[in-house]
């Protein structure tokens, strides 16, 4: 069974940046399309970004250019750069499999407020 830990996330500026971290632990993490997620209050959680295992990105309309997803499978690590942030942006942010995945980690709450 694969866990997810997601970190990083925390109050930014409108305009500003933040990394978020996703940590996976199992062998099966190397060949599995991975994908950020995020979910705001009273919204449906939604794919932001995902990742196949050779590097091949596809992200949602509302975050191309400003976002970046990256992957570091010898360490199980799943990155999402996230840069000129803006309050839609707020969210708890998820990372999973693609399209299908494990249990849910805690997330990391992002918050893009001045």
């Known amino acids: 069974q694969v866990q997810l830990v997601e970190s990083g996330g925390g109050l930014v500026q409108p305009g500003g940046s933040l990394r978020v971290s996703c940590a996976a632990s199992?062998?099966?993490?190397?060949?599995?399309?991975m994908g950020w997620f995020r979910q705001a209050p009273g919204k449906q959680r939604e794919l932001v970004a995902r990742i196949t295992s050779i590097g091949i990105t596809v992200y949602a309309d509302s975050v191309k250019g400003r976002f970046t997803i990256s992957r570091d499978n010898a360490k199980n690590m799943v990155y999402l750069q996230m840069n000129s942030l803006k309050p839609e942006d707020s969210a708890v942010y998820y990372c999973n499999g693609y399209p299908s995945g494990w249990g849910w980690g805690q997330g990391t709450q992002v918050t893009v407020s001045s």
């Open positions: 199992g062998r099966i993490f190397s060949g599995k399309i």
